[in-house]
């Protein structure tokens, strides 16, 4: 649900859109109203619409009038299509969307190549509740999913951009999108945007349960970012839409996204407001995912993971191994997935991808202390050792709504600190590697957080309190970092890290 106040248009308060309802017999009036104009942005979610004047309040409202019921004129229409890729080959493409219609539709791409699509769907029994913590997601939230298809386009060359559309001649088609594959494993380099905690928020003036106020801003900017050409891929780390279940708010989230993610692989991580949920087996046994319990997430973004329920997966692109984490999935020594890590990272090929970068969504270090801790000590005590062993050369995390850097840190103390090169750029030389650096990029559109001024961390070398995304760029010899303010497109922190003939 969505609510807009009549005070928002300006000419209410004033009474300037006066007009009479009732007369008397002499023709003074004795019933006058106040008209107000209001704008909602409502997007296709396939089910009928109704709008309701009330007043009162959200806790004691009193319906005053209701419209008539509104329909879509096309429920089944094929919507926000969405990139991801399947392996590092670099040369298949999988492309999700969704539609009020769940017989097979397909995706046209190439200039005459088509895939077929697989539908599926997630009910409400799929949904997490338990008797004491009744959930949004299958309680009081629910919201049907519609049918949410996925297609696979092969026979594809790395780093060549190709036209596509999707859906059927019975439902409608999507408009025609160009679309990048990103470079191969092994290339010389790769450039990709990475955030956490985005979100979405109104594009009208409504109120609703849960804003996050950065999230426009910042899918703005990326948009720009991707005009200039250099974005091979895109990585949400966690934290993707806070429908937290209230299951229509996907739909708004992947609205928002699809000029993004319709252009670029868009590569994803689960975090807390995805998966957790008391009787969820979560490592965390908290109320943030509404009840969705991962269902949602590993429905609308498929990724190249190890198993259902089981969402951890590496991917190669250009110079760089990507592995990608669960915190949210049990980490501790001997776990199925510390296992997968272990092995993951002892079998990099190094002489194809020099760069290993770790990403998941809670982090090892931040300097924010909350009532709720955002480090968990027994995490860093667990995964941080295979970190150092495996020689990670960058670590991104999100979950805390703000942007931190580190030394090359482990245990918490600096292993070595960055010099700066010729052009004033802090780098870490990795040719004599001694610990990974870590960054924070959680601004991408949750309320901020806020840095104290005292007891700064000895280990914390940046820090910004502002929306905004890291700009990645490597080559076989160079990483270089820029977190970009989203408000102003302007760099606010910047570091390098080499190895190798620089």
């Not at 937290?244 to 928002?256: M, N, R």
């Not at 160079?478 to 303010?485: G, N």
Request: aromatic letters at 12%.
């Amino acid at each position: 649900m969505q609510a807009q106040f009549v005070k928002s248009d300006p000419n209410y308060l004033g009474c300037k859109n006066a007009a009479c309802q009732k007369r008397s017999a002499s023709g003074a009036c004795q019933v006058q109203t106040c008209g107000a104009t209001l704008t909602f942005h409502v997007i296709n979610f396939r089910t009928d619409v109704e709008f309701v004047f009330f007043s009162g309040g959200f806790q004691t409202p009193c319906v005053l009038k209701r419209s008539g019921v509104l329909r879509f004129a096309n429920p089944a229409k094929p919507l926000h299509g969405h990139l991801s890729s399947t392996d590092s080959t670099a040369t298949s493409m999988r492309i999700t969307w969704v539609s009020g219609d769940g017989r097979p539709q397909q995706v046209q791409y190439a200039g005459g190549r088509s895939a077929a699509s697989v539908a599926t769907t997630f009910t409400q029994k799929d949904m997490c509740s338990v008797p004491v913590l009744p959930s949004p997601a299958k309680d009081f939230g629910w919201h049907d999913p519609g049918y949410i298809h996925s297609a696979v386009m092969t026979g594809l060359q790395p780093s060549q951009s190709y036209d596509y559309r999707y859906g059927s001649d019975s439902v409608g088609w999507s408009d025609t999108t160009k679309f990048r594959t990103p470079p191969a494993a092994g290339s010389d380099e790769v450039s990709f945007v990475i955030y956490g905690d985005m979100g979405k928020a109104p594009l009208d003036p409504s109120v609703e349960h849960y804003i996050q106020p950065g999230s426009i801003s910042v899918t703005n900017a990326v948009a720009k970012e991707m005009q200039t050409g250099k974005v091979d891929s895109i990585f949400h780390i966690g934290d993707i839409s806070y429908a937290t279940g209230f299951l229509v708010e996907w739909d708004f989230f992947l609205h928002l996204i699809t000029p993004l993610a319709s252009q670029v692989s868009y590569m994803t991580a689960i975090g807390n407001h995805e998966r957790d949920y008391a009787g969820s087996r979560s490592v965390y046994v908290t109320p943030d995912s509404g009840g969705e319990c991962g269902v949602a997430y590993e429905s609308y973004f498929p990724m190249p993971a190890v198993g259902k329920d089981k969402p951890w997966y590496s991917i190669e692109q250009g110079s760089v191994h990507f592995i990608v984490m669960s915190t949210e999935h049990q980490w501790s020594e001997k776990s199925e997935q510390y296992n997968w890590m272990d092995e993951d990272l002892s079998s990099v090929d190094r002489s194809r991808t020099p760069w290993v970068i770790f990403i998941g969504h809670r982090p090892m270090y931040s300097s924010i202390q909350s009532i709720l801790p955002s480090v968990d000590p027994n995490f860093v005590a667990s995964v941080e050792p295979l970190l150092l062993n495996n020689m990670v050369d960058l670590v991104f995390f999100g979950h805390v709504h703000n942007y931190e850097r580190t030394c090359a840190v482990y245990q918490g103390k600096c292993k070595s600190m960055p010099k700066k090169d010729a052009n004033g750029i802090d780098t870490y030389d990795n040719s004599n590697y001694t610990a990974p650096v870590h960054a924070i990029v959680g601004a991408g559109g949750f309320s901020l957080d806020g840095f104290s001024s005292i007891n700064r961390k000895s280990w914390s070398v940046s820090r910004v309190s502002e929306f905004g995304y890291a700009r990645v760029h490597a080559t076989r010899t160079d990483v270089l970092v820029q977190f970009v303010s989203s408000s102003t497109m302007e760099i606010q922190d910047q570091f390098r890290i080499v190895k190798g003939g620089r």
